[in-house]
């Protein structure tokens, strides 16, 4: 299973985050995986985001869930991510991941990564 990120480096406070995460090797509504974004801000651990399960169903980070959505297209085996009122806060190398973890962003819990994509949220 292989994963990209892709979406701009460059964000606006208070913009919102378009992310996409494109999957090749597998498939998002057939394995049985969590299909999870995970960001790591600088000089800080992992953090994690949420999640796109096999099924559909989403969930994500109480700190974040009010500001974020995952959503998947099945057509192109894609997911994204979307993050509203960024803050310079929210500045992370973000990565999309599979594994059978769930609420976690322990590396361990992923066998899949994507390369990461930088995110700057600034003027």
């Known amino acids: 299973v292989q994963l990209q990120e892709s979406g701009p480096g460059l964000v606006k406070p208070s913009q919102t985050l378009s992310l996409t995460c494109t999957v090749s090797g597998g498939s998002i509504t057939t394995n049985d995986y969590y299909w999870s974004w995970i960001r790591q801000p600088p000089g800080k651990g992992l953090e994690w985001i949420g999640y796109?399960?096999?099924?559909?169903?989403?969930y994500y980070s109480p700190s974040l869930k009010s500001r974020t959505s995952i959503s998947r297209d099945t057509s192109n085996n894609q997911f994204s991510l979307q993050m509203n009122n960024l803050k310079p806060d929210d500045t992370a190398v973000y990565y999309c991941?599979?594994?059978?973890?769930?609420?976690?962003?322990?590396?361990?819990?992923?066998?899949?990564w994507g390369q990461g994509t930088q995110v700057t949220v600034a003027t």
């Open positions: 991941a599979a594994g059978a973890g769930g609420i976690t962003a322990t590396p361990t819990a992923y066998p899949y």
């Open positions: 796109l399960a096999y099924s559909g169903n989403t």
